[in-house]
Structure formats: C-alpha cells, structure tokens
C-alpha cells in the first residue's frame, strides 16, 4: 500500500501547524513581541503584524522539521542479495 502525495503533504503541514500555534503562544506569552522587533532593529511593527511573523518563522521551522523526518523514514536502499557462486578452479 502506498502513500499518496496528498497524504505526504498533510502528515507534514499539520502536525507543524499544531506545533507552530502552540509555540507561538509559549513564544508571545513570555516574550513581548515589540521588544523582540526592537532587537532586530525594527522599529515601527505592529504587534499583530510581529504575531503574524513569528508565527509563520516558527511554522517554517517546523515545517522543515517534519519534512526532514519524513524524508529520513524513507528506506536507503533496497538490498540486493547475490546468489553464491560455484568456483572452478581446476
């Protein structure tokens, strides 16, 4: 039975979306995100717009967490297995 794409895609973008809003909430509740802006130099952004960014950064992150995890399930190789040989070595 295989997997389709579809299914591939879904078993990556939710469990990272679930985790990404999650940590958002974790991120924001302990961190003013004003502050985190001011650290980077970013004066004048919103803190919905800062909400928006860190949510999206972490999802990224997430995202390529889940992907990678994904790609490192698959098999590397499908073993080849050689019959052994008769010698003559008359």
Known sequence: MTISKVQ???SVLWPSFLLASAATVVLFT???PQA???CMG???LERTAAYTVGFFVLWTM???SSML????QRPVHVPVIVEPRDLDLD
């Open 30 to 32: 302990v961190f003013d």
């Open 36 to 38: 985190i802006a001011a």
């Open 8 to 10: 591939h895609a879904v």
């Open 69 to 72: 995890t994904l790609y490192f």
């Open 62 to 64: 997430n995202l390529a």
């Open 42 to 44: 970013i004066e004048h």
